[in-house]
């Protein structure tokens, strides 16, 4: 079973940064896309950035220029580098992982917490 080990949340005041790190218990080369998602409180949980096995970063609109994504490959990890927060990035965030057969993995989750 694949495990994703998750890292680097915390409480941050608006403007400031955190990095999230996302470690693979296996070869992040076994999977087609590996990264994040987030969920807010009563919201439904939603893409933040993942990076696919050839090297091509896929992120929403929103975080565009704010959150680079990056790759350790010999360390399997991925990394959420989270600059200029606001209090609406506030969320749980997970690291994601998925094969080209569909096979998906879910890490338990970090929570981000932006003050005003």
């Known amino acids: 079973q694949v495990q994703l080990v998750e890292s680097g949340g915390g409480l941050v005041q608006a403007g400031g940064s955190l990095r999230l790190s996302c470690a693979a218990s296996?070869?992040?080369?076994?999977?087609?896309?590996m990264g994040w998602y987030r969920q807010a409180p009563g919201k439904q949980r939603e893409l933040v950035a993942v990076i696919t096995s050839g090297g091509r970063i896929i992120d929403a609109d929103y975080v565009k220029g704010r959150f680079p994504l990056s790759r350790d490959n010999a360390k399997n990890t991925v990394y959420l580098q989270m600059n200029s927060l606001k209090p609406e990035d506030t969320a749980v965030y997970y690291c994601n992982a998925k094969r080209g057969n569909g096979q998906e993995f879910w890490g338990k989750g970090t929570l981000v917490t932006v003050s005003s």
């Open positions: 296996e070869s992040i080369f076994s999977f087609n896309h």
